[in-house]
């Protein structure tokens, strides 16, 4: 009673201010008390190796600190996927391997598919992959737990290959053909595998069909998640949600280990830290449909990433996370 008889005591301005400071104060107790500090980078014993489909021999994956050894690493996460999944790798494996003969075996790459704790069988359509193409070529990382799908590509990262790397959806809803238009984007900001780049797909031209489609509820919710994505964190990116992204090693080695969110809001934390650090964003229109079988509760999905990039920013804000600046 006293602290209200106190402010009742004050004039309104200075009434305001006190009760600003207050939440703020509060805010960032609540913050500091929730918040992790660094991101999950643990890995259990059997996530440091994959299998090589010779009976029961495994091998440790690489590290994303190790030099490349190939020309593309292409990362698939996936939560229940071996219904949707060979469609996808089929896609894939066609395209790069038509690559590779295009350019006389000079063009390498890898498939990594990341089970994030799957309750199917995506794990083993994986292995049956591997054993058709050899180890080299597909691997799986199999989850002990679900992390999430920011969980799923950042680990799926760390333990690749490539001088260039693209995570890809399992769902196959992007073409993956495009990838010729969007690493061309990339070449064009970053002439080697050592200049920080990447290069996002973009579904932002057919948003005027989505709309004609979408019930009143949908579009309010995606036109309200952009608005947040704009005024809180990305700026420049029209969509920052496609499952189609291309980094340099260089990039990718800034940013992974970076990221804290393993929900659906990992892009925009990713993009956020890229632009602090401004490393060149090319963003390509690629050819994208709906597929069935979306992990994603709308309502839901929509609000838990609306929280996540209130959280992404005030987080930074208060400095609670961190961004690694570029060595010189």
């Known amino acids: 009673m006293a602290f209200v008889d106190f402010l009742l005591s004050l004039p309104l301005l200075q009434t305001s201010l006190v009760l600003l400071v207050i939440l703020i ?8 008390v929730t918040t992790i500090r660094k991101p999950n980078l643990h890995r ?6 994959f299998l090589t489909g010779n009976g029961d021999e495994r091998r440790p994956f690489p590290e994303l600190d190790d030099p490349s050894s190939l020309s593309l690493s292409l990362i698939v996460p996936s939560y229940n996927e071996e ?11 066609a395209y790069l391997e038509q690559k590779k003969k295009d350019e006389g075996g000079s063009f390498t790459y890898e498939i990594i598919i990341v089970d994030d704790g799957s309750k199917d069988g995506t794990s083993k359509v994986g292995m049956e992959y591997t054993k058709k193409y050899g180890h080299e070529k ?15 590509v950042r680990m799926g990262m760390l333990s690749s290959r490539g001088k260039h790397l693209l995570f890809a959806d399992a769902d196959g809803a992007t073409r993956f053909s495009d990838l010729t238009k969007v690493e061309s984007a990339l070449n064009k900001i970053a002439p080697d595998e050592n200049t920080p780049a990447i290069s996002v797909g973009s579904r932002s031209h057919l948003q005027d069909d989505a709309v004609a489609e979408r019930t009143f509820l949908r579009n ?9 994505v704009w005024f809180l964190c990305v700026r420049g990116v ?16 800034l940013l992974f280990p970076s ?25 390509v229109a690629v050819n994208w449909q709906e597929i069935e079988g979306s992990k994603m509760v709308p309502f839901w999905s929509w609000l838990q990433m609306g929280r996540d990039l209130l959280l992404i920013r005030l987080r930074y804000l208060f400095g609670l996370w961190r961004i690694k600046e570029k060595s010189n």
């Open 25 to 32: 104060v509060g805010l960032y107790i609540f913050l500091t």
């Open 44 to 49: 259990y014993d059997s996530e440091k190796y």
């Open 83 to 93: 219904t949707r999944l060979p469609s996808m790798l089929d896609e894939a494996l």
């Open 138 to 152: 597909i691997r799986v990382l199999t989850f002990e737990k679900n992390r999430g799908k920011g969980g799923a």
């Open 220 to 228: 309010f919710l995606m036109y309200g998640f952009h608005f947040l």
């Open 238 to 253: 029209k969509d920052t949600q496609c499952g189609f992204k291309l980094f340099t090693r260089s990039a990718a080695r």
């Open 259 to 283: 990221v804290h969110i393993d929900r659906w809001a990992f892009d925009v934390e990713l993009l956020y830290i890229a632009q602090c650090l401004k490393i060149s964003i090319a963003e």
